[in-house]
């Protein structure tokens, strides 16, 4: 067909990059140019590595994913190429930022429509998965889904119009329906049956199962091979190696059927991937976790006609249907070895399954969801001067709400092969007052989610094990505290450090539990976490109790089934809220008779134990200071932030210090508001941390 359309953009990773969204760029790209091969099909391609990929010359701009310049970069690329339509192809995991929100910034500076395929559609999601996701519904002409159910929890969850959505289903390659296939021989005897599993593997793709099953396979059908085609995640292959792979070549053996499983290793060209599909006698998904909406897997494997075995996640159940495949429990392989065993005793069921299969799949042709595509594109250019006008808009509105990109430059420079110095003369490291475990600490923390951020930056997995080796170092375990104070020359200038300090080292080693990346370093931190905990028992001080819930907090997100440390969590609460109860007054919300430094911490602790803890009277309590603590600490004729200085704090009954105002009063603000953001989704506390960050930026009262 002869389209109307001129030139087109796709955003998304790319060929050669190995992941699953890259294929289905390349997929949309081919499937597009079938249609009307004079369209000009360019691409932006996200990378998840500094040094890129060798693309072909398709690919106009390359963004490194945790460049936050970089987008801005893309979207005036974009703008002065001026595409019809540009499509973005999006999933939480090829964008940097907290959960990919950094595509935003890329997508509202655009005056072109823009398309958004969603290739993730979470029916529970978190605040900001919510946020970014409702964003780009708002900013995008159409998102297009790939299934019925994505469809329900874009109008259920999400709220988006129906008129906004749009269904298009995976694309599939058009393959002929044979009952014997050539192909097998080119792979295996013809006496043999292949069942097959093919994609990155990941420990999420629930393989071990399938291994667990073939015993029972085997005795039945001794001439059964499975085959696991698909090279490791690289993300995985980063972190662990082919520690996944290895542990299911020792299952197999272990289980007496190492001869019956081949593993080919390979990320797999079209062509080459056509022909394990077409040997196949069955195609296996033993998924682990129902929330996946799309696999473009089950689309390939369905689409050319195989019998499928797949557990119940969401895309499966809807493909599955109606005989087109069989469906067994999670985690089950003597579920998962009966319906094999029984599709191979039955060959006639299973080829009515393949051939209802085969005829679904016949309108998902790639040339079909090229078309597709190249409708709504058409509507979208057809709309182009409105959509243009109200992005232009939307975009000055927004640029007040943007954040630079992080710079770690100085915490680098402040850092040598023992920890991070205490202080500086200016920007130079002052090498006089030596280390302390409260900075190495805060540099922990601010190490492990730099490294969430950006995690194709290594370097921050060498810095955070110094830092971490720290901490190690200055715990004791005769007395179950961390000391506090190191000399340039490595002596320890103490034998305990302050309650605060070992709360601050707390809170630093549950972060690293929660988010680390680095299963060595995850494990230390646990370990250390673990054994300073006990200390806790006898501490008074509010800090050093607001600064372990956080750390328990973060420890949790990894660690949710932790009885001990769930209920040393609510007894700290406790302790926190009865502090406040006892003290405050209406005209002074605190837990004392003076703020001092890091002020925020404790609301945001309150907060934090009570949503962990669903306590709603604590959530009530930790949001009341905090809106006490705003009203203390705004400037009520600007609305800047203006916060307790340190030469002299803020006596109850006395007036606020206006010198020496220290960053971390920003920082705690901004993490208590992040917090009450995360109960009450208000809008006005991403604004309050807004402001308190402009404070940092230089936008402050001067006295």
Not at 98 to 110: K, S, T
């Amino acid at each position: 067909m002869q389209s109307s359309m001129k030139s087109i953009a796709l955003i998304g990773s790319y060929l050669p990059r190995q992941c699953g969204i890259a294929t289905f760029t390349a997929d949309l790209a081919a499937a597009i140019l079938a249609n009307d091969p004079n369209i000009d099909c360019s691409i932006v391609a996200m990378n998840d590595r500094p040094e890129g990929y060798e693309y072909p010359p398709t690919v106009r701009f390359q963004i490194g994913q945790d460049r936050l310049d970089e987008y801005s970069l893309a979207a005036g690329f974009l703008n002065l190429r001026d595409p019809d339509v540009v499509c973005l192809q999006h999933e939480y995991g090829i964008f940097g930022g907290q959960r990919g929100g950094f595509i935003v910034e890329l997508v509202q500076d655009l005056k072109i429509p823009l398309i958004t395929t969603l290739h993730t559609v979470l029916k529970d999601p978190s605040p900001q998965e919510r946020q970014i996701l409702v964003r780009l519904s708002e900013l995008s002409h159409k998102l297009v889904v790939m299934s019925e159910r994505g469809a329900q929890f874009l109008r259920d969850v999400y709220h988006v119009p129906e008129s906004k959505i749009g269904l298009i289903h995976h694309g599939i390659l058009d393959v002929p329906f044979l009952e014997s296939d050539p192909c097998k021989s080119k792979i295996v005897a013809d006496d043999k049956v292949i069942i097959l599993t093919f994609g990155l593997l990941s420990p999420g793709k629930g393989i071990e199962y399938m291994v667990d099953a073939l015993p029972d396979i085997v005795r039945s059908h001794p001439e059964v091979l499975y085959f696991v085609v698909g090279a490791t995640h690289p993300h995985m292959g980063a972190e662990s190696g082919e520690d996944y792979r290895l542990s299911l070549h020792l299952r197999a053996k272990e289980l007496g059927v190492a001869d019956h499983i081949v593993f080919h290793g390979r990320f797999l060209e079209r062509d080459e991937l056509l022909e394990f599909i077409r040997a196949a006698e069955i195609y296996v998904t033993p998924y682990l976790n129902e929330a996946q909406i799309v696999s473009g897997t089950l689309a390939y494997a369905l689409g050319a006609g195989k019998a499928v075995v797949s557990t119940p996640y969401w895309h499966a159940q809807e493909m599955l249907a109606d005989d087109r495949g069989k469906l067994v429990p999670f985690r089950d392989h003597k579920a998962l070895a009966h319906e094999v065993n029984h599709l191979l005793d039955h060959p006639e069921e299973r080829l009515a399954m393949r051939r209802a299969a085969y005829q679904y799949c016949r309108p998902m042709l790639m040339k079909e969801m090229g078309s597709r595509y190249l409708e709504l594109f058409s509507e979208a250019k057809s709309q182009r001067s409105r959509t243009t006008e109200l992005a232009v808009l939307d975009t000055l509105s927004q640029r007040e709400q943007r954040l630079p990109q992080v710079n770690l430059k100085h915490l680098r420079l402040m850092t040598d092969d023992t920890g991070i110095l205490q202080h500086a003369k200016f920007t130079v490291p002052n090498r006089s007052h030596g280390y302390c475990v409260d900075d190495n600490a805060r540099a922990l923390i601010v190490a492990t989610r730099a490294h969430d951020l950006n995690r194709t930056d290594a370097s921050l997995v060498d810095s955070s094990a110094i830092y971490l080796s720290f901490l190690d170092d200055a715990f004791n375990p005769d007395t179950g505290r961390f000391r506090n104070f190191m000399s340039y020359g490595r002596k320890w200038l103490d034998k305990a450090g302050s309650e605060d300090s070992h709360g601050r080292a707390l809170w630093a080693l549950g972060v690293m539990s929660g988010w680390g990346l680095g299963s060595g370093q995850v494990a230390v931190a646990n370990k250390l976490f673990k054994s300073a905990l006990p200390a806790l028992e006898t501490f008074g001080d509010s800090r050093a109790i607001a600064f372990p819930i956080l750390g328990i907090q973060a420890y949790l997100r990894r660690n949710e089934d932790d009885q001990h440390v769930r209920e040393l969590l609510q007894t700290l609460g406790n302790r926190l809220s009865t502090r406040f109860m006892q003290y405050a007054t209406d005209d002074w919300k605190w837990h004392e008779d003076h703020l001092t430094y890091d002020n925020a911490r404790m609301p945001q602790a309150l907060m934090a134990c009570g949503r962990a803890t669903q306590n709603d009277d604590m959530v009530s309590l930790g949001i009341g200071v905090l809106e006490w603590l705003r009203d203390v600490q705004v400037d009520p004729s600007v609305g800047w932030f203006v916060p307790v200085g340190n030469r002299g704090w803020y006596p109850k009954s006395g007036s606020i210090a206006q010198h020496d105002q220290q960053p971390l009063e920003a920082a705690a603000m901004i993490g208590a508001c992040i917090e009450a953001y995360e109960c009450t989704q208000g809008e006005e506390w991403i604004q309050l941390a807004t402001t308190c960050f402009d404070w940092y930026l230089g936008k402050r009262w001067m006295p």
